[in-house]
């Protein structure tokens, strides 16, 4: 469960535009310009992946387990993915017909966002008609626990099914159209260096195109390397993002507002209401389940999460059997195991059906069935790798198929931080959840702890901060609160 930290493919398209029967969309190039929507069988054609087993005789065993590792590449495409599609298709869609660049309000509206001596909020955004002045850009939350493919498959989609860029040639507009923008969330949750990440990523989109390379992102400091004032940084974004015509402003990893301070927290949302206020451009919020409730469920932020779209673990019998024919169909090893209830009832009951476990899980058994010298797959050989690979993963995973209630994505999200090697944002995350469970839970945490000391190394520093964990839930398992044992400075 690795973090998704790398950059997106800069691909860029000149525009072949299409027909239309939406009154909306008609004569205008940034709706026209994207790609036709593709129909669900061709959507499953087109992302889904199976490996199947190479041929080995030949390879040392050093060498087999790097074939092994290509099981990573293993995609099973679910009818939750495609309607993530259709979501995101419908919303770029939506989120471009107020601002068609041939319509003179919209250039002059765009002229009155890039002079700063016009107060934004004195800018009112021109509308096509009265309905659309009631609504505001599409907002979309993809959830899901960690391991659920949700940035995997969020740039999947974007990567195979859109250009980042295209590139005009519609009665006199032949400027480029950045379809969307990808960073993550810092994991302190600072809307200056959210800005930077998203200026940089236009900068980055921007380099290859006719448009030619800027240098919006150097705006963002002074000569001596500190962040101008927030006000004009905001300034800047927002002439950006409608300059160049940003589709869609998507957001990985937005959990990593949970354990920023909460004045940081509470700015990073008001800067998001300030996105859908002034400009219209949908912004997609990545995030695991628990992230939710830092949207108030009555405050002014409920309404800026927008539509909820939640990617579960393999529940379905046909998603299930499809993993399970992938998973099998994989073993690179002398004595491969056929199918059997037996086998798949325990890799369900250890990984609870989230497919990154699922596939890390096997991918561990047959690099053990390497080593050992077995060359096969056996019930105690899965629970033995399962311990050593998610020491605190049994509660978890246990609980989920119990459909027992409670913040199961946070440890998720502390191992996949530990995958990672992000020792320091693990144990943050850990403290953060550990404050938070009690009774059994906290006992069986406290256990889990234990089994991860024991499967890992870590400092003599990062030992006192797991022991302080420890004893807050040792005290919570008895009904007797402590205060935080982990500090975080902003």
Not at 81 to 102: C, F, I, K, W
Not at 201 to 208: M, N
Not at 306 to 330: H, P
Not at 456 to 468: H, I, Y
Request: hydrophobic content about 40%; some cysteine; glycine content about 6%.
């Amino acid at each position: 469960m690795a973090i998704k930290n790398k950059k997106l493919p800069v691909t860029i398209t000149p525009a072949q535009y299409r027909d239309t029967e939406v009154e909306a969309y008609k004569n205008n190039p940034l709706i026209l310009g994207l790609p036709n929507r593709v129909d669900p069988k061709r959507f499953r054609q087109v992302l889904s992946q199976r490996v199947p087993s190479p041929e080995f005789s030949h390879l040392l065993d050093s060498d087999r387990v790097e074939v092994i590792k290509q099981l990573r590449k293993t995609r099973i495409i679910t009818t939750e993915h495609l309607d993530l599609y259709n979501e995101l298709y419908d919303a770029l869609s939506h989120g471009y017909v107020d601002r068609n660049p041939s319509r003179p309000e919209v250039v002059a509206w765009s002229y009155d966002i890039a002079d700063n001596t016009i107060p934004l909020e004195n800018i009112e955004r021109p509308y096509l008609d009265a309905i659309s002045a009631q609504t505001t850009a599409d907002a979309i939350f993809v959830t899901g626990f960690t391991g659920n493919g949700k940035s995997t498959i969020n740039n999947l989609i974007m990567t195979a099914l859109f250009p980042m860029v295209i590139e005009h040639h519609w009665e006199g507009f032949n400027e480029p159209q950045i379809v969307f923008i990808k960073v993550d969330m810092p994991h302190n949750g600072s809307r200056a260096v959210l800005i930077e990440r998203i200026l940089q990523e236009v900068d980055r989109a921007l380099a290859e195109t006719s448009f030619g390379k800027t240098n919006y992102a150097a705006t963002c400091k002074t000569k001596g390397g500190k962040y101008t004032d927030i006000s004009s940084m905001e300034g800047v974004l927002l002439t950006v993002l409608n300059r160049h015509h940003v589709g869609l402003l998507i957001i990985d990893e937005f959990q990593n507002l949970q354990v920023a301070s909460v004045r940081f927290r509470n700015e990073m949302l008001q800067f998001f209401d300030t996105l859908i206020n002034q400009l219209a451009v949908p912004n997609i919020k990545i995030g695991t389940p628990d992230t939710i409730l830092l949207f108030d469920s009555q405050g002014r932020h409920k309404r800026r999460i927008g539509m909820v779209l939640e990617l579960m673990r393999f529940e379905g019998e046909k998603d299930w059997d499809r993993a399970m024919k992938a998973i099998f169909g994989f073993q690179p090893i002398d004595k491969p195991i056929k199918r059997n209830e037996n086998i798949e009832a325990l890799l369900h009951d250890l990984s609870a059906g989230v497919p990154s476990i699922l596939m890390a899980l096997w991918e561990g058994c047959l690099i053990e069935a390497v080593r050992s010298g077995c060359e096969t797959v056996t019930q105690a050989l899965i629970k033995r790798v399962f311990k050593k690979r998610f020491p605190l993963m049994r509660s978890v995973t246990r609980n989920i198929n119990k459909g027992t209630k409670g913040r199961h994505s946070d440890l998720l999200t502390v191992q996949q931080y530990l995958d990672a090697g992000n020792r320091t944002l693990a144990l943050k995350h850990l403290n953060h959840f550990a404050v938070n469970v009690q009774g059994p839970a906290a006992q069986a945490v406290k256990q889990d702890i234990d089994a991860l000391i024991e499967q890992q190394e870590f400092s003599l520093a990062q030992l006192k901060k797991l022991d302080a964990i420890k004893l807050g839930l040792k005290k919570n398992a008895t009904g007797h609160r402590e205060p935080q044992t982990l500090e975080h400075n902003e």
